[in-house]
Nanobody, 118 residues
Framework: QVQLVESGGGLVQAGGSLRLSCAAS????????MGWYRQAPGKQRELVAT???????NYADSVKGRFTISRDNAKNSVYLQMNSLKPEDTAVYYC????????????WGQGTQVTVSS
């Protein structure tokens, strides 16, 4: 059974940095896409950044230039380096992994809280 385990969330002051990590276990395949989503209170879950197995990346406009996604295919892991954090980045961050066979199947982590104080 595939499990995604996130770590690295916490409380940081505005302008600070955090690094999120997500490790997948229980799979014998490489995920086509791995990425991060976030959900703030009262808002819908939104994409933050994704990275394909080939290294192509995609970012939400709100985090471009501040966040960097990377992955280690050998470890089935994905990371999110978050710099210049803003209070509006406060949310629960979820790791996502997509495996495509005949159709895409999404796996989700349990989420990690990121709180940015002003």
């Amino acid at each position: 059974q595939v499990q995604l385990v996130e770590s690295g969330g916490g409380l940081v002051q505005a302008g600070g940095s955090l690094r999120l990590s997500c490790a997948a276990s229980g799979s014998d395949f490489k995920f086509n896409v791995m990425g991060w989503y976030r959900q703030a209170p009262g808002k819908q879950r939104e994409l933050v950044a994704t990275c394909t197995s080939g290294g192509s990346t995609n970012y939400a406009d709100s985090v471009k230039g501040r966040f960097t996604i990377s992955r280690d295919n050998a470890k089935n892991s994905v990371y999110l380096q978050m710099n210049s954090l803003k209070p509006e980045d406060t949310a629960v961050y979820y790791c996502n992994a997509v495996h495509v066979v005949l159709f895409p199947y999404n796996y989700w982590g349990q989420g990690t809280q990121v709180t940015v104080s002003s």
